[in-house]
């Protein structure tokens, strides 16, 4: 069964938003689980990890906020509609993960070998996040590759970065176990800031482009020119630009027809050329043509020169 655009849409806001409401839920049990543990266990790895959990709760929240929002249609004040709503939050989330790295840290280094650590209690509960944080991960990565959704897959990337973190929490507290040093607690707290760090940094890259409405894939384009080429008498299809809002693409682009063509005809090939882009990419979705003589008008208009 083929879906038009609008359910497309629907589906794309439906299955992003449940994603959304699992990682919610699963972070605040692996949240109050790991402070708990973190707490028993005079663990400040294992509390940073449940902090940066909890932090994780709150941006998903953001994060459902804003593919709700990237849903609602256009507008008069936002005539191509919300959908670089889920791009900024990404960005939002991105920095926020970045502070949460510093201040993890800045907590470890006042931490250096203050007091006893119950590896046991770290590697329980640094075990279960790792579990836990990588099914929410991948999950939330598949949801938002397949709706192309920046808002989800920062989310996932997040997560990821939990996982990481988790793992030092881990090693930290089997090298505790084994050496009866406390002080590889405090190491692995900066280094699960430090992977926060990374992971912010890697989320921010990833939003950036969008928002500097970078030129999208070279073969998107070339499709869109092979195509206008296909169209009766549309010559030297050029200047074709492409801005990515969300989950759908805006394109501009120059043709070239006869300059003596009757408007109504001229109108009628590029109503069709903007139905075979469409058709060949629904998730184009607005389309300006520019239409100019064949020659930019030099051979067309003598009696201008």
């Known amino acids: 069964m083929n879906l038009t655009l609008g359910d497309e849409m629907e589906e794309r806001t439906k299955k992003s938003l449940k994603a959304v409401k699992i990682g919610i839920f699963g972070n605040v049990l692996l949240a109050i689980l790991k402070i708990t543990l973190g707490v028993i266990g005079?663990?400040?790895?294992?509390?940073?990890?449940?902090?940066?959990?909890t932090m994780d709760v709150a941006k998903s929240i953001l994060v459902y906020q804003s593919i709700k929002v990237a849903a609602l249609p256009p507008d008069?004040?936002?005539?191509?509609?919300?959908?670089?709503?889920?791009?900024?939050?990404?960005n939002i989330v991105g920095i926020s993960v970045i502070f949460a790295g510093f201040l993890i840290a800045q907590e470890s280094f006042m931490d250096f070998g203050q007091?006893?650590?119950?590896?046991?209690?770290?590697?329980?509960?640094?075990s279960i996040s790792i579990v836990g944080k990588f099914v929410l991960s991948f999950?939330?990565?598949?949801?938002?590759?397949?709706?192309?959704?920046?808002?989800?897959?920062?989310?996932?990337?997040?997560?990821?970065?939990d996982v990481f973190a988790s793992v030092a929490v881990l090693v930290g507290g089997i090298l505790i176990l084994l050496t009866k040093m406390a002080i590889f607690d405090p190491i692995a707290s900066l280094t699960v800031a430090a992977l926060i760090v990374y992971m912010g940094i890697d989320v921010i890259k990833a939003g950036l482009p969008e928002l500097m409405e970078k030129q999208e894939d070279p073969e998107l384009v070339k499709s869109i020119e092979e195509i206008a080429k296909a169209q009766e008498s549309v010559m030297n299809p050029h200047l074709v630009r492409i801005r990515k809002l969300g989950s759908y693409y805006l394109v501009d682009m120059h043709i070239e027809l006869?300059?003596?063509?009757?408007?109504?005809?001229?109108?009628?090939?590029?109503?069709?050329?903007?139905?075979?882009?469409k058709e060949r990419f629904p998730q184009i979705k607005e389309i300006i043509i520019h239409a100019e003589p064949i020659g930019g008008g030099e051979d067309e208009w003598p009696d201008l020169k």
């Not at 949801?143 to 808002?151: H, L, M, P, R, Y």
Request: charged share 20%; net charge negative.
């Open 258 to 277: 006869p300059g003596k063509m009757h408007l109504k005809h001229v109108h009628e090939i590029m109503t069709a050329l903007e139905h075979d882009i």
């Open 76 to 90: 008069s004040e936002h005539p191509y509609g919300h959908g670089r709503a889920e791009t900024i939050v990404a």
């Open 42 to 53: 005079s663990s400040i790895a294992l509390i940073s990890d449940g902090i940066d959990t």
């Open 139 to 161: 999950y939330m990565f598949v949801i938002g590759k397949k709706f192309s959704n920046q808002a989800v897959i920062a989310d996932a990337k997040d997560y990821m970065s």
């Open 115 to 126: 007091h006893h650590v119950m590896a046991i209690i770290m590697i329980v509960g640094a």
